[in-house]
């Protein structure tokens, strides 16, 4: 099972607040350690390399354990970055493109607004941060 996309622009979630990106301020939480590396290497990680390198930094995970504990962090289903808090609520679109490399837009950006409305990208919103009337939330 992966998390990562191809050729696709998740977008801020539809329930957001936020009206441009902001750099998470939690030293350590999931939220700066993705916007840190995102935005020091753009396109460099997908989203499966991302979210276990978050996974291995947070839990200090030397780097001769990372083949090990990278087996055992995928044995279980992980969410994809649709769930992220920098589209949740940081206000971070990720641009997923045709190798599966990511980068993040903050949504006052020219670049956002570019990459939400392109025709050759497949277009999904963040997943909402509260419940909707029903009690699912959307997916």
């Known amino acids: ?14 329930d957001s607040t936020v009206t441009m990106g902001q750099a998470p301020s939690k030293a350590g939480s999931t939220a700066q350690i993705q916007h840190q590396l995102l ?11 991302l979210l276990f390198e978050v996974h291995a930094i947070r ?3 030397a780097p001769e354990d990372r083949a090990r504990a990278r087996e055992a962090f995928f044995a279980k289903p992980q969410a ?6 920098l589209v949740k609520q940081f206000g971070w679109g990720v641009h997923h493109d045709a190798d599966s490399k990511i980068a993040a837009y903050g949504i006052e950006t020219d670049a956002y607004r570019e990459l939400s409305t392109r ?11 509260q419940r909707q009337p029903g009690g699912s939330l959307e997916k």
């Open 80 to 85: 994809c970055l649709r769930a992220s808090p």
């Open 59 to 61: 839990q200090g995970i």
């Open 1 to 14: 099972m992966t998390t990562n996309y191809v050729a696709t622009f998740i977008t801020v979630s539809p």
């Open 119 to 129: 025709k050759d990208l497949k277009i999904v919103a963040g997943m909402r941060s």
């Open 39 to 49: 935005t020091a290497q753009p396109y460099y990680f997908t989203s499966d390399e």
